[in-house]
Nanobody, 115 residues
Framework: QVQLVESGGGLVQAGGSLRLSCAAS????????MGWYRQAPGKQRELVAT???????NYEDSVKGRFTISRDNVKNTMYLQMDSLKPEDTAVYYC?????????WGQGTQVTVSS
């Protein structure tokens, strides 16, 4: 079983930056494909970025060039560096980990970007 705990959310002005962290328990973190999702009020949860166990990354179009996903397999932690934040980035951000048929979710952290 893997537990995921997000941190680093908060309130920031447009154009500002935040770094989210996702700490994982257990010993299989390095084998997981990890990702960040977000859900804005009244909208469906959407994929923001993913990073494979090998470190390959993928981004949703609206965050390309502004967000950077990374992982530290020694610290069992994934990060999302968010720069040039926009009000439309406001959402609850969720950490996700998956391995074959197992999917794990964190509890979410709120990011609010004021205009």
């Amino acid at each position: 079983q893997v537990q995921l705990v997000e941190s680093g959310g908060g309130l920031v002005q447009a154009g500002g930056s935040l770094r989210l962290s996702c700490a994982a328990s257990g010993s299989i973190f390095s084998t997981l494909t990890m990702g960040w999702y977000r859900q804005a009020p009244g909208k469906q949860r959407e994929l923001v970025a993913t990073i494979s166990s090998a470190g390959n990354t993928n981004y949703e179009d609206s965050v390309k060039g502004r967000f950077t996903i990374s992982r530290d397999n020694v610290k069992n932690t994934m990060y999302l560096q968010m720069d040039s934040l926009k009000p439309e980035d406001t959402a609850v951000y969720y950490c996700n980990g998956r391995q074959v048929f197992n999917v794990y979710w964190g509890q979410g952290t709120q990011v609010t970007v004021s205009s």
